[in-house]
């Protein structure tokens, strides 16, 4: 079993950055591939990026695609996801994901974060 934890959430203006990490526990975080979710409110949990078990591949949604960097730290057991240029629109819960294939479908994952709050004031 896999657990992970996100922090980095916060207040932050539009126009601005903010970098999100998952930890994970377990000695197999290398087995999974990860992704990042956000859920705003009233709005379903929609896919942001993914990354493979390397790190070698990476997918993102449309929407963040050039302003979203996913990355992973296989020694840290760590992902991340830095974010530049912010607008209101990226406001949500972001939440971390692992599964066995890099996916944009939350099906795919087998274990989820609690999630970190990201809000954007314009």
């Known amino acids: 079993q896999v657990q992970l934890v996100e922090s980095g959430g916060g207040l932050v203006q539009a126009g601005g950055s903010l970098s999100l990490s998952c930890a994970a526990s377990g000695r197999t975080f290398s087995s999974y591939a990860m992704g990042w979710f956000r859920q705003a409110p009233g709005k379903e949990r929609e896919f942001v990026a993914a990354?493979?078990?390397?790190?070698?591949?990476?997918y993102y949604a449309d929407s963040v695609k050039g302003r979203f960097t996913i990355s992973r730290d296989n020694y840290k057991n760590t992902v991340y996801l830095h974010m530049n240029s912010l607008n209101s629109e990226d406001t949500a819960v972001y939440y971390c994901?692992?599964?066995?294939?890099?996916?944009?479908?939350?099906?795919?994952?087998?274990?989820w974060g609690q999630g970190t709050q990201v809000t954007v004031s314009s």
């Open positions: 990354i493979s078990r390397s790190g070698g591949s990476t």
């Open positions: 994901a692992a599964g066995f294939q890099s996916s944009r479908y939350l099906g795919d994952y087998r274990y």
